[in-house]
């Protein structure tokens, strides 16, 4: 989609733990919103942004199957949070703590998709990072990317069995600042 | 709408166009759509500032909705995993939303406090429910003993009804016994006492018979000696024949002068022969006499040893008769023991009717009380159910 794509520099860059990056998609994943951080932070200005795929952001080094759970859960028309890496215009990197809900119109039907990211707690992307190496591992361990996910999924699916949660329990029990306790 | 042009002058049109945009997005946000927002302004920079700044305070608004949303929604499931998130939420949206996560955490509180008291309550019921089942199920089985214990009673006191009249009949039977081994001692005594006085007149028939005996011995013995002295008289009554032959002889020679003597010599010679004669006569009398009485003796002998044989059984029934006596006073003995414990086993058969009319009374309460047992299990148990279907 953009040809003009740096590569990658492995420097990260990240924002203020005020701010939130916030975008909206249509039902297609195609940018409707961004707001003037998300144009910061990436390095896109708002008509680059305007009527492009999201995943214009979307970082090499992250496993595929957290965007199939995503997906798979704003098709059941729930929120899901997600520890995802992005890629900014100029090749540089930065982690947020992705919040994506449907968006209803006055009528309750999903309008399109609404993304509120934070900058992510440090004790939880120090797990998330070792998790995602261990994914992208047993991923490219496969012959194609469909059964790669597949195996990703499985996995992890057996780790919350094993911890005995949902993924939304999960994802919430990674760091101390996510719970309802919680002052910062 | 999009403008290229970055300069700050804009013609009255852009900006009209640009204010439109602007204020149709507040209009819908007033109305409650969060998706509004000013997308698309003009490279004009104090509305690209305002358009932010409207964009900022949805995005803002948008996040707190969004996120007080989604966290009582999980509330409502009854999950509290998912708090507000606090970043990016600046001063009243911060406080709301520190004010909705405590309200939340005191909901998990009081809903784990409610869980565990549920599970609790839960537990006791199925505690309760198992007891009452218990209950239940001793109360039958106290049932079935009641009914057991209750013919066992009715069993004992027709036994002992029976046993009492056995020990009755037993207690006059033994009596009737006793009495005729009494007569028996008695008769037995005074058999005793003739067989004793048998034996005495025996043993002096006895005496007498020997003593006859000896008599008839001394007869014989005189017999003999009469023999002897006849043995001797008759020698000497030949002798004297002789003497008497030879007196006729020289008489007849002396003649004249002995003819005198010849008859006196004759007349001996008469007397010796009569003598002879006389002794042979005794002789006769006297094996007679020897004979009878040998025959005497041997009958006398005869009849001695037939009493002997007589006394000697007299001393065996003698014998026998003690041997008797010490029996029946043996028996006499054990059948006064009998009539004792007949006597003993009539009144402890009355205890026992007794005992067994007690039973059965108390047998008949049981089966009262373990039958309200059941009963009062089964309400229970009732009301435990009803507690539990409440629960649910």
């Known amino acids: ?67 199939r759970l995503l997906w798979d859960t704003l098709k059941q028309e729930k929120e899901i949070f997600a520890y995802v890496l992005n890629r900014a215009r100029n090749g540089d990197e930065y982690w947020v703590f992705a919040h994506v809900t449907p968006s209803f119109d006055l009528d309750g039907n999903v309008v399109g998709y609404h993304s509120n990211r934070r900058v992510p707690y440090p004790d939880a992307l120090a797990k998330v990072k070792t998790l995602y ?19 990703c999924m499985a996995h992890l699916q057996t780790q919350l069995t094993a911890a005995g949660m949902d993924y939304s329990e999960f994802v919430f029990s990674l760091s101390e600042h996510t719970s309802l306790g919680a002052v910062a | 709408m999009n403008s290229t042009s970055s300069n700050s002058t804009l013609d009255r049109d852009a900006v009209a166009q640009a204010l439109s945009v602007i204020v149709d997005t507040c209009e819908r946000a007033s109305q ?19 358009g932010h700044a409207i964009n900022h305070l949805l995005d803002v608004s948008d996040a707190y909705v969004r996120e007080s949303a989604a966290a009582m929604a999980e509330c409502a499931q009854g999950r509290f995993h998912r708090p507000i998130l606090l970043r990016g939420l600046p001063g009243s949206y911060r406080d709301a939303a520190l004010t909705i996560n405590q309200a939340a955490l005191r909901m998990k509180e009081d809903t784990e406090r409610i869980r565990k008291f549920e599970i609790e309550r839960a537990q006791v019921a199925d505690r309760v429910q198992n007891t009452t089942q218990s209950v239940s199920t001793s109360a039958q089985t106290l049932d079935q003993t009641a009914l057991q214990i209750l013919g066992n ?26 009495a005729a081994c009494e007569e028996l001692t008695a008769s037995t005594s005074e058999i005793s006492r003739q067989t004793t006085q048998s034996a005495d007149l025996t043993a002096a ?48 020679r002396a003649g004249d002068a002995g003819r005198g003597f010849a008859v006196v010599a004759n007349e001996v010679k008469v007397l010796s022969q009569e003598t002879a004669a006389a002794t042979d006569s005794i002789s006769d009398q006297v ?16 009849v001695s040893a037939a009493i002997g044989k007589i006394n000697d059984n007299a001393g065996i029934i003698s014998a026998s008769l003690e041997e008797q006596v010490v029996a029946t006073t043996e028996i006499a003995k054990r059948v006064s023991e009998a009539s004792a414990t007949a006597s003993q086993i009539s009144e402890t058969i009355v205890t026992v009717a007794q005992a ?22 089964g309400l229970l148990s009732q009301e435990v159910e009803h507690l539990n279907t409440s629960r649910n």
Do not use: W
């Open chain 1, 1 to 67: 989609m953009n040809p003009t794509k740096a590569p990658l520099t492995g420097r990260e860059i990240t924002f203020g733990e005020d701010e939130i990056i916030v975008s909206k998609t249509d039902l297609r994943g195609v940018i409707t919103y961004a707001n003037d951080v998300f144009e910061r932070v990436s390095g896109y200005a708002e008509s680059e942004l305007i009527g492009k795929p999201h995943n214009l952001i979307r970082h090499p080094e992250m496993p595929a199957c957290v965007f």
């Open chain 1, 133 to 151: 190496v261990q994914l992208l591992g047993i991923e490219r361990r496969e012959r194609d990317r469909a059964a790669g996910i597949a195996a």
């Open chain 2, 32 to 50: 409650g759509d969060l998706e509004a927002r000013v997308v698309g302004l003009p490279d004009h920079p104090e509305l690209v500032r305002l």
């Open chain 2, 153 to 178: 009673a009715e069993q004992t006191k027709t036994l002992s009804d029976t046993v009492a009249a056995s020990a009755t009949a037993t207690a006059s039977n033994v009596s009737a016994v006793a």
């Open chain 2, 205 to 252: 028939a006895v005496k007498q018979s020997h003593e006859a005996a000896d008599s008839v011995r001394a007869l014989g013995q005189a017999a003999r000696k009469i023999e002897t002295v006849v043995g001797l008289i008759h020698k000497i009554a030949g002798q004297t024949k002789l003497l008497a032959l030879n007196a006729t002889l020289e008489a007849a």
């Open chain 2, 287 to 302: 094996n007679s006499m020897r004979q009878a009485t040998s025959s005497v003796a041997s009958a006398i002998d005869g």
């Open chain 2, 356 to 377: 067994a009319s007690g039973t059965e009374a108390a047998s008949i309460q049981l089966k009262q009380a373990s039958a309200a047992l059941f009963e009062q299990a």
